[in-house]
């Protein structure tokens, strides 16, 4: 095997598994300990990956963030799957929050019947609420464009005044060393701050979002269950350690 195509492999495994060790690639590709060590030498001075104690970890890269329109059409049918799931959970006379995001958003129409109260600080999910009939309290403050919702110092201040039977949670980014993130550190702020206001803690997320990390942390895994898709076993089970996870196409 040529060294290009051995290293393009090793890049395909540190996508799967984060980390791979000296001699499990040994192993693979049946090559001595010094092949394997120039290979990864070579790979990260090349900036493709960082050598660790016995083997390789790869190199992680922030996620760019889509506005809310791009993201409402991806993965369209997993997030109303994730979403009515979400929503059996609520019982009726509760008080709800729900975070901007694409996936809380499509909880709206399947608690229409809920007789619950929703608190979010989304523009879009306000308008939808109430249109749907649904008693809906709008957390003010200064609205991030990219996301329409509001996310200063005012709108934690008024999440802060608040207290939540459960709520459900948009995020960017799902990793296991790195926890909860997103990209901009005021809307990180006020997820936390609502995260820290409810007694039951979701966050909805598909598959895309797991592996990956943004500028702001919003928590630790620990912190929330997981309501997604159906993941990868390596993936969902290493998950598993640190919290607890829903896959609702499993």
């Given at each position: 095997m040529l060294t290009e195509e051995r290293q393009h492999k090793i890049l395909s495994l540190l996508n799967e598994q984060e980390i791979i060790k000296t001699r499990d690639l040994m192993m693979?590709?049946?090559?001595?300990?010094s092949t394997i060590r120039r290979d990864l030498q070579e790979m990260e001075e090349a900036g493709i990956l960082k050598r660790v104690h016995g083997g390789a970890k790869g190199i992680i890269k922030l996620e760019t963030?889509?506005?809310?329109?791009?993201?409402?059409?991806?993965?369209?049918?997993?997030?109303?799957?994730?979403?009515?799931?979400?929503?059996?959970?609520?019982?009726?006379?509760?008080?709800?929050?729900?975070?901007?995001?694409t996936t809380t958003y499509e909880m709206l129409p399947f608690l229409k019947e809920k007789d619950v109260h929703v608190i979010t600080n989304s523009v879009y999910h306000a308008s939808a609420g109430a249109d749907l009939g649904i008693k809906t309290t709008m957390i003010g403050g200064e609205i991030r464009m990219a996301t329409k919702a509001a996310v200063s110092?005012?709108?934690?201040?008024?999440?802060?005044?608040?207290?939540?039977?459960?709520a459900f949670m948009g995020i960017n980014g799902i990793h296991l060393d790195y926890g909860y993130t997103t990209a901009d550190a005021e809307e990180a702020a006020t997820k936390k701050t609502a995260m820290n206001q409810a007694q039951h803690v979701f966050v909805l997320?598909?598959?895309?979002?797991?592996?990956?990390?943004?500028?702001?942390?919003?928590?630790?895994?620990?912190?929330?269950?997981?309501?997604?898709?159906?993941?990868?076993?390596?993936i969902s089970d290493r998950l598993r350690t640190k919290t607890t996870i829903k896959e609702v196409l499993k």
């Open positions: 693979t590709f049946d090559v001595s300990e963030e889509l506005n809310m329109r791009e993201k409402s059409s991806k993965n369209i049918h997993e997030k109303q799957r994730i979403a009515q799931y979400a929503a059996s959970l609520v019982s009726p006379g509760e008080f709800i929050y729900l975070d901007a995001g110092s005012q709108a934690i201040e008024q999440i802060k005044s608040c207290y939540f039977d459960r997320a598909d598959k895309s979002k797991f592996s990956k990390v943004n500028f702001s942390k919003v928590g630790n895994l620990e912190e929330a269950l997981i309501i997604t898709d159906s993941l990868e076993e390596d």
